[in-house]
C-alpha cells in the first residue's frame, strides 16, 4: 500500500514484483484517522477479494516518518498524524503482519528489486514530484539512519540562506526544484514580467494555477519562459545531484517522480551538468536512468520490503 495525504494505492503484489489486484481510493485525512484506518482495511479486503487470494502480510509506505521499532508513524503532516500506532491497527484489525516505511524508501526498494536498479548495490533514488525523496542502497542495504530518516536528499542544501524550504532550512533542493517551489518561482517570474508569461498564465487560466505541468507544457509548444525555467530548474537539480554522487558514490541513479514523468528532457540536462561538476571518480563508473515503475514503486517496494522483513525479522 502507498499511502499519501490524496490517496491510497492498494495491491496484491507477488514475489516477481506483478500486480495482480489493485484499488485506488482517495484518501480523506479531513475526517479523522478512524476513516482513514478503515479505508486502508477496506482496499486491503477489496485487492484480496479480487484476486481469490490470500496475502503473506500488508506492507505500507507512507508520506512520513516511521519508528521501525513499533511501526508507529511518528509525524506524517499531509495525513496530519503524529504517533499514530499504524502496525498495532492494522494488524489487530486485518489479522496480518504489518510492515511500515517511509513512502519513499519503500519506491526505491520497489526500483532496486523490481524496477530500473535491478541487480545493482548501489545506487541512488531521486524522486522529485510535489516534494523531493529519495532512497540510498549502499554494498546492497537500505541505509536508514540513527532514526530511520536517511535519504531526505530534498532537504540537502544547495544555495546558503536561500529560498525558504517547508522545512526549517532555507535553501534546499526541494526549495528551488520540486513541483511546488517550481510554481512558485514560476509565478514569480510571470508576475515579474506578465509579457513572457503571457503563455503560461494562458495555459493555467490564472497565474496562481501555473504549477510544474504547466510548464512541461508550456515547454513543449517552444515557451521561452518555460525554456529558461526549465533550465534554471535543471541546473538546480544537477547542483544537489552533484553533492550526492560525491557522497554515496553510486553506480546508479535513477531519476523518478511526477517532475521528471512530464518532462524527461530534464535527464540530459542533469547528465550533462553532473558529469562536469561531480569528482572524476564519482562519476567514471555512474549510468543515470528514468526509474521504470512509474507511480507504482510505492505499493511493488512496499510489497517487497515487507516480505524480506517477515522472513528475515530484523
Ligand atoms: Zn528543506
Redesign the pocket.
Given at each position: 500500500m502507498d499511502l499519501g495525504g490524496s490517496k491510497i494505492e492498494t495491491a496484491l503484489v507477488n514475489t516477481d514484483g506483478g500486480i495482480l489486484a489493485s484499488h485506488h481510493r482517495s484518501t480523506h485525512p479531513e475526517k479523522n484517522p478512524d476513516k482513514v484506518i478503515a479505508d486502508i482495511v477496506a482496499s486491503t479486503k477489496i485487492c484480496l477479494r479480487e484476486a481469490n487470494q490470500a496475502a503473506w502480510g500488508l506492507g505500507i509506505g507512507v508520506a512520513g516518518q516511521v519508528d521501525k521499532l513499533t511501526g508507529t508513524v511518528r509525524f506524517a503532516p499531509n495525513l496530519g498524524w503524529r504517533n499514530m500506532p499504524l502496525r498495532a491497527r492494522l494488524e489487530e484489525a486485518l489479522g496480518l503482519p504489518v510492515v511500515i516505511n517511509n513512502d519513499v524508501r519503500a519506491a526505491t526498494w520497489g526500483e532496486w528489486r523490481h524496477g530500473a536498479g535491478q541487480g545493482v548495490d548501489d545506487l541512488v533514488c531521486l524522486f522529485i514530484g510535489t516534494g523531493i525523496g529519495g532512497g540510498i542502497i549502499s554494498g546492497g542495504c537500505l541505509l536508514k539512519g540513527c532514526y530511520n530518516s536517511a535519504g531526505?536528499l530534498?532537504?540537502i542544501?544547495i544555495i546558503a540562506s536561500g529560498r525558504q524550504?517547508?522545512?526549517?532550512?532555507?535553501?534546499?533542493?526541494?526549495?528551488y526544484a520540486s513541483g511546488w517551489a517550481i510554481a512558485e518561482r514560476a509565478q514569480e517570474a510571470v508576475r515579474a514580467d506578465p509579457r513572457a508569461g503571457q503563455t503560461l498564465v494562458a495555459l493555467a487560466d490564472d497565474i496562481q494555477h501555473i504549477s510544474a505541468a504547466t510548464i512541461s507544457r508550456a515547454y513543449s509548444d517552444g515557451d521561452s519562459l518555460a525554456l529558461r525555467l526549465m533550465e534554471e530548474t535543471a541546473q538546480y537539480l544537477a547542483a544537489g545531484v552533484v553533492g550526492i554522487v560525491n557522497a554515496f558514490n553510486p553506480c546508479l541513479l535513477i531519476l523518478g517522480g511526477g517532475v521528471i514523468q512530464g518532462l524527461p528532457e530534464y535527464i540530459p540536462l542533469i547528465e550533462r551538468s553532473v558529469r562536469a561538476n561531480a569528482l572524476e571518480t564519482a562519476v567514471e563508473h555512474l549510468r543515470i536512468v528514468t526509474a521504470a515503475l512509474g507511480n507504482k514503486a510505492g505499493v511493488i517496494g512496499a510489497a517487497a520490503l515487507a516480505r524480506s522483513k517477515i522472513e528475515e525479522p530484523l
Open positions: 531526505e530534498g532537504h542544501t524550504c517547508r522545512c526549517p532550512n532555507q535553501g534546499c533542493l526541494e526549495a
